[in-house]
């Protein structure tokens, strides 16, 4: 590898993301199983957690396109991130963008968006990485007729006029519409004349192979012609991003790494992040898996090799890795020196995403480094404040933040929980002080519960709020209506305006009040209120006479407190029907001329 010109351009990496079932496994098993049947002998590379699809068989899969689409790949090949997810991808993070340059958002054409597609939108937008949409399972598109591992638009020239014409419909209504939805501009491929401002949509099969080359060469194309400064190859010390960490049997911890510039090499001084602060160490090892043709095979054998070049996946053994957190940057230091420098660098970016603040807000805690900052990112987006944000299981400490977060402000007296567990101690905290835990391995579902929550909350609260206040009421005493004068007097009612329910306080047009509702009857049955336009029965409790107090066909309205009023007007003033609005304008006009102590105007 070393021995051509370090000019050259590295491999660009690309993720595959999307929900799941739309078929992301699939279609990069699709992808290497294609190269391993092209039978060019070891062409196929494997790295750790990715596969390189080289240019040259890019090129004889994209043969038949060549008309269509003319391009000469000077890229070495695509490096495919083997794990699909965006899980992952979101650990594949490094200061002010993403590791990964290109992406392949996998949409079923015939299921079209689904929530892990829009989260995946999210942190691309969120990572400013370029993608391209492989609009997957067009074989099960009604009376389509599988070509299969043929470009599609040989495919597409194949098929039955009905079968295309369902495609387009598929296409454009869960597709690319839903992509203008989410503010990207999109077609298929083969009608895009600028790739900078369309996203390209390739239909494919990741089951019969159909499209695929035109995906491959599409991402190819873009890749080399957009990105060229970006996958300049650097021949300096490696930079790279933890993926994830894991026990290996005889080693202990080691470390997948993604590199994405530079080169790597047993012995060197390596900087990352870990909770407890940077970890420094040296590279005892570096594996990677045997050159294989045959790539299907389940256990695929590591063997140490002694350097690795950008773009590249590879596992590290070396000590202390078990301090290291996934999603953490990773650079080769020259000497001591530079490393307590690095160190010092990645001790800072860290510290930037573990947010610890003494506000109100939600506690937030995530399996890597990469989901907190999607997570935080994402709950800054929805103006949710964020009290404290961190790596790691749910601890006792965790809810104790909650705690003192829910004295300020109950509605942030929560835990969002992302991919961890909750530790024992924690949940029987948790549940003597009521604090709740929300818990989802997918961001976008574990957002939506709490502010599903969150809404319900506010509701419950609103109406309990809304219970308490006097809404605006007036009533006519109907004459020939008079059932008892007093103790309590009780008298049949029209509501002219508003509504009126028992507890009530009551008030005659010159501002003085009578008492209160204590009953409401409409046809003998009791009720609980009455609103405009109905005629019941009302008991008025308190020191009041018909013929003294008051008469037959009297106006009475309710006799709201100013602050209530104030409420009224201002918090709630969507809560009252126009019918309720003029009456209460007409209460507090009653309100200024009987009191001059009512300082409330409209």
Do not use: C
Not at 378 to 387: C, N, S, V, Y
């Amino acid at each position: 590898m070393s021995s051509e010109q370090p000019k050259r351009l590295r491999q660009p990496i690309v993720v595959v993301l999307g929900h799941v079932d739309h078929g992301k496994t699939t279609l990069l098993d699709k992808i290497r199983g294609t190269v391993v049947a092209a039978r060019e002998p070891g062409l196929i590379t494997q790295h750790v957690g990715a596969s390189v699809v080289p240019a040259s068989v890019i090129e004889k899969l994209a043969e038949p396109l060549k008309k269509i689409i003319p391009f000469k790949l000077i890229i070495p090949g695509l490096l495919f991130i083997d794990t699909p997810g965006h899980e992952l991808f979101a650990n594949l993070r490094r200061r002010g963008g993403s590791v990964a340059d290109f992406a392949i958002l996998v949409v079923d054409i015939n299921e079209g968006f689904q929530p892990q597609t829009y989260e995946s939108i999210e942190i691309l937008k969120q990572r400013r990485v370029p993608f391209i949409v492989a609009a997957n399972k067009i074989d099960k598109i009604p009376g389509w007729m599988p070509n299969p591992d043929t470009p599609f638009i040989i495919s597409y020239q194949k098929q039955p006029e009905r079968a295309r014409e369902e495609l387009e419909r598929r296409l454009w209504d869960n597709v690319i519409a839903k992509l203008y939805e989410v503010g990207f501009q999109a077609d298929r491929f083969d009608r895009i004349k600028d790739f900078t401002r369309t996203v390209a949509v390739v239909p494919v099969s990741a089951k019969t192979g159909e499209g695929v080359a035109e995906l491959l060469a599409v991402l190819a194309g873009l890749a080399q012609r957009y990105l060229q400064k970006r996958l300049r190859f650097a021949e300096g010390p490696a930079r790279g991003v933890i993926l994830e960490l894991r026990e290996q049997p005889g080693i202990g911890t080691v470390a997948d790494v993604v590199i994405y510039d530079g080169v790597l090499r047993r012995g060197d001084i390596i900087v990352t992040g870990g909770l407890k602060g940077p970890v420094v160490t040296k590279v005892r090892a570096l594996l990677m898996p045997k050159p294989l043709q045959e790539i299907r095979v389940a256990k695929r054998e590591l063997e140490p090799v002694e350097a690795v070049y950008a773009a590249a996946g590879v596992r590290i053994a070396a000590p202390g890795l078990e301090e290291a957190v996934a999603g953490a940057p990773l650079y080769v230091a020259r000497d001591e020196e530079e490393a307590k420098t690095l160190a010092e660098q990645v001790r800072r970016e860290i510290e930037a995403l573990r947010i610890k603040t003494e506000a109100e807000g939600v506690v937030v805690k995530a399996d890597t480094l990469g989901s907190l900052e999607a997570l935080v990112e994402a709950l800054r987006r929805r103006g949710i404040p964020i009290r404290y944000a961190d790596v790691g299981h749910v601890a006792k400490r965790d809810i104790i933040e909650a705690l003192a977060s829910k004295e300020m402000n109950k509605f942030y007296g929560v835990i969002l929980a992302f991919n961890v567990k909750t530790l024992p101690e924690a949940e029987e905290e948790a549940k003597r002080h009521g604090i709740k835990i929300f818990t989802n391995n997918v961001i976008y579902r574990l957002l939506e519960d709490f502010e599903k929550w969150l809404h319900d909350m506010k509701e419950a609260e609103k109406r309990k709020e809304l219970e308490k206040l006097i809404r605006p009421g007036k009533i006519r005493i109907l004459p020939g209506y008079i059932f008892r004068r007093s103790n309590p007097a009780i008298v049949g009612v029209e509501v002219l305006g508003g509504t009126i329910k028992p507890g009530y306080p009551l008030m005659r047009e010159d501002g003085k009040r009578i008492g209160s509702i204590h009953q409401i009857q409409d046809r003998g049955q009791s009720v609980q209120e009455a609103k405009a336009g109905m005629a019941v029965a009302i008991s008025i409790k308190g020191h009041v006479m018909v013929g003294r107090h008051i008469d037959e066909g009297d106006v009475l309205y309710t006799d709201i407190p100013e602050q209530h009023a104030i409420l009224w007007l201002t918090k709630y003033k969507s809560e009252l029907s126009d019918d309720e609005m003029l009456v209460l304008k007409e209460i507090i006009k009653i309100k200024r001329r009987s009191n001059p102590t009512f300082a409330l105007t409209l």
